[in-house]
C-alpha cells in the first residue's frame, strides 16, 4: 500500500485543488490531506474564510481523499512523522523545493519521495485569491447580485 500526502489551506474549494487531488491520488493507493491550520494560513497567505475544521470536512468528503487531517501550528514536519508517507504530493505553487525537502525527510528518518503535481491552468478561477478578487470586483462594480432573490442573499 502506497500512501501519499497532500497539504494545502483548501480555503475555497475550485478546480484547481480537485486537480492536485486527483494526481496526488493517482500516485499511489491511499491520500492523506493535511488540511493548513488556521495560523498557518494567516501567517502565510489571508485570514482564512472558513475555519480549518470546516475545511477539513469539505476536503474529506472529496472522491479522492481517503482522509483529511488538520494541520498542526508550529513545526511541519511533526504530522509527516504521524502519518508516515512513502510519497509526498506538492501542490504547483507550494513554496519548497524537491530536493531540499527530501533531503530533509530522510535527515529526520522519513524516506518519502516528493513528486511536484503539474498546474491546472484551463480556466481563470483555479485559485482562491483570484476568486476572492473576482467577488470583491463584482461587489463593488454592483455585479453579484443581478436577479430575483438575490436580495435575500444580499442580506444573509
Known amino acids: 500500500m502506497v500512501r501519499v500526502l ?13 486537480k492536485y487531488l486527483e494526481e496526488a491520488k493517482s500516485l499511489g493507493d491511499e491520500l492523506i490531506v493535511v488540511v493548513a491550520h488556521d495560523n498557518t494560513v494567516k501567517r502565510k497567505k489571508h485570514n482564512p474564510i472558513m475555519p480549518q475544521e470546516v475545511r477539513r470536512k469539505i476536503v474529506e468528503s472529496l472522491k479522492p481523499v481517503d482522509r ?49 503535481c503539474s498546474k491546472y491552468s484551463e480556466d481563470d478561477l483555479n485559485g482562491t485569491r483570484r476568486i476572492i478578487r473576482k467577488i470583491a470586483d463584482r461587489l463593488k462594480a454592483k455585479e453579484l447580485y443581478t436577479g430575483e432573490g438575490d436580495e435575500k442573499d444580499r442580506n444573509s
Not at 497532500?6 to 480537485?18: E, K, M, P, Y
Not at 531540499?100 to 519521495?113: F, P, Q, S, V, Y
Open 68 to 116: 483529511a487531517v488538520n494541520g498542526k501550528d508550529g513545526d511541519i514536519f511533526e504530522i509527516v512523522k504521524e502519518i508516515k508517507p512513502d510519497i509526498i504530493a506538492l501542490g504547483y505553487d507550494q513554496d519548497f523545493d524537491e530536493k531540499d525537502l527530501e533531503k530533509k525527510l530522510r535527515e529526520m528518518g522519513i524516506n518519502a519521495k516528493v513528486v511536484r
Open 6 to 18: 497532500a497539504t494545502g489551506t483548501f480555503d475555497i474549494i475550485h478546480l484547481g485543488h480537485i
